[in-house]
């Protein structure tokens, strides 16, 4: 069967930290106290932040905007020590 429409990822963003986590291959049992851990929480913050001042301003719920631009980044979890490597 043949189903282009299939997506096997959100394209849109997400309230949902499990979610966001996910697209770094991460779980939220992976984060601790370390560095790393604190900076990845920060940046989830970031981004909630955005997530909710585009909804706001275009009215739309979470899984119907994409963060392009200066907040692209954003999107993936940045993990750049322990045992991950993902580049940001």
């Known amino acids: 069967m043949n189903n282009s429409t299939f997506i096997s ?5 997400t309230n ?5 986590l996910a697209r770094a291959g991460l ?5 601790g106290k370390d560095v790393t ?6 940046q989830w913050r970031e981004y909630q932040t955005a997530v909710h001042r585009c909804s ?3 009215h739309l719920p979470a899984d ?3 963060l392009s631009g200066a907040y692209a980044h ?3 979890p940045c993990v750049a020590s322990r045992n991950f490597e993902i580049n940001c």
């Open 37 to 42: 851990s604190t900076a990845i929480r920060i």
């Open 56 to 58: 706001i301003l275009l």
């Open 27 to 31: 779980k939220f049992e992976d984060l």
């Open 9 to 13: 990822e959100p394209v849109g963003e």
């Open 74 to 76: 954003l999107r993936v």
């Open 16 to 20: 949902d930290v499990e979610v966001w």
């Open 64 to 66: 119907a905007i994409q």
